[in-house]
Every structure is written in structure tokens, then in C-alpha cells.
């Protein structure tokens, strides 16, 4: 009984570990899903597509900016384009639990997460994109980053710079 005690006690911190780990990959992951579908869908239709960052609900979303000759359909954001059947089309993408997006940095400047305004991360037609570091911190206070390059549009996971 000794023996199952002391292997608990040495082997339960480390799942606890893993699996908050595993939270923090699996929302860095997601979330570089979600700008490189935005890139693709981008240079495919030839319009701007959004990451829509939304920090205090906890969630990014995959929005298309408006054509100028169409009349607006989103009230809450004239410049967004609700989608028909958006469920089909992309589902948000929520914070797995207990990861959070801690800093948003778009041309080296860090941008505030406390406001009512959600950030966008725009994508264009010819495939370049706003450069942007989103800093995501998991349960155990580990950190990754995705890192969207300006001139490419390309995503990708970074280590965070200490």
C-alpha cells in the first residue's frame, strides 16, 4: 500500500501537467488551423477573410470582411459579413479550459485584451496578412505562441521569447 501511495504521489502532478499542456497545444493548434483555413479561403475567393479575436468571450472566429457593393447584414459590425449557414461554413473556435490569450502583438506593439472591441487578424487576397504574435498561456503558466508573418500570411507555432 506504501509503495501505490508513493507512485500516486509522484505520477499524479505529472498528468495534471500533461493534460493542461495538452489544452495549451491543442488551442495553439486550433488556432493556427483557423488563420491558415482564413489565408486559404483568402487567396481562393479573392476577399478578405478575419480571426476575429474575441478574449472575453473566450473564443476566435473565422469572419469575411464585406464587399463595399454589397449592403451590410451584420448589425453589430457593418464591415463583417455574416455567412449563410456560418455553422456549416466555420464554427468558432472556443478556449480550451484554462488557456488563455495573454498578449496580442501586431506590428511589435502590444495591443489591450480588456476591451469591449474584439481584435482582427485580416487576411488578403494576394495572400499576405497582418503580422500579428498571439501569446497563449495554458493552466501551468507554460506559453506558446502563433505567429502570423506579414508578407506570407503564413501561421505557424513559436516559442515565446523570454
Given at each position: 500500500m ?8 509522484l505520477v499524479?502532478p505529472?498528468?495534471a501537467?500533461s493534460?493542461?499542456?495538452?489544452r495549451?497545444?491543442s488551442?495553439?493548434?486550433?488556432a493556427?488551423?483557423l488563420c ?10 479573392g476577399?478578405?477573410?478575419l480571426v ?8 476566435l472566429v ?7 457593393l ?6 453589430a ?6 455567412v ?9 473556435l472556443?478556449?480550451?479550459?484554462g ?11 502590444e495591443?489591450p ?5 474584439p ?6 487576397a494576394q ?10 498561456q495554458?493552466?501551468g503558466?507554460?506559453?506558446l505562441?502563433v505567429e502570423?508573418?506579414?508578407?506570407t500570411g ?6 515565446e521569447?523570454?
Amino acid at each position: 500500500m506504501l509503495v501505490v501511495s508513493i507512485v500516486g504521489a509522484l505520477v499524479i502532478p505529472r498528468l495534471a501537467n500533461s493534460t493542461g499542456a495538452g489544452r495549451l497545444d491543442s488551442q495553439v493548434q486550433g488556432a493556427v488551423s483557423l488563420c491558415r483555413k482564413a489565408r486559404a479561403l483568402a487567396t481562393s475567393e479573392g476577399r478578405t477573410y478575419l480571426v476575429v479575436l474575441e478574449p472575453l468571450e473566450r473564443r476566435l472566429v473565422l469572419a469575411r470582411r464585406r464587399d463595399p457593393l454589397a449592403e451590410p447584414n451584420n448589425e453589430a459590425n457593418p464591415e463583417q459579413e455574416l455567412v449563410e449557414g456560418s455553422t456549416r461554413w466555420s464554427k468558432p473556435l472556443p478556449f480550451e479550459e484554462g488557456v488563455d490569450l495573454v498578449i496580442v502583438e501586431q506590428d511589435e506593439v502590444e495591443l489591450p485584451l480588456d476591451g469591449e472591441e474584439p481584435l482582427e487578424v485580416a487576411f488578403y487576397a494576394q495572400g499576405s496578412a497582418d503580422p500579428v504574435r498571439l501569446t497563449f498561456q495554458g493552466p501551468g503558466g507554460d506559453r506558446l505562441v502563433v505567429e502570423v508573418a506579414g508578407s506570407t500570411g503564413l501561421a505557424r507555432i513559436g516559442e515565446e521569447l523570454q
